[in-house]
């Protein structure tokens, strides 16, 4: 498991499971709970640049990022670990 500490959101950090390049799993600590775990299940099964194309840039209010820009940022590095 892949832990990646987020940046400038309410979540803290996201652990991430890969499994070649599909997601196998996301457990967001902290953030919006049932949002988190809603994003979590949907993007289950999806590439990294698959989750990349949907999530990339997304923000939170006046937030220049959000818990979903960040998973993308902790996706990335996931895949990058790995290699």
Known sequence: MYAYK???TCS????IELDGEAVAHVD??????GNLKA???LVEGMTVDE????L???TCGKRPTSC????????????????
Request: charged letters at 30%.
């Open 6 to 8: 987020t940046h400038g």
């Open 12 to 15: 803290r950090q996201i652990n």
């Open 28 to 33: 967001f600590v902290g953030g919006c709970d």
């Open 39 to 41: 994003v979590s299940k």
């Open 51 to 54: 989750v990349a194309a949907l």
């Open 56 to 58: 990339e840039g997304n």
């Open 68 to 83: 979903a820009d960040q998973l993308v940022k902790g996706l990335r590095e996931a895949r990058e670990a790995a290699r």
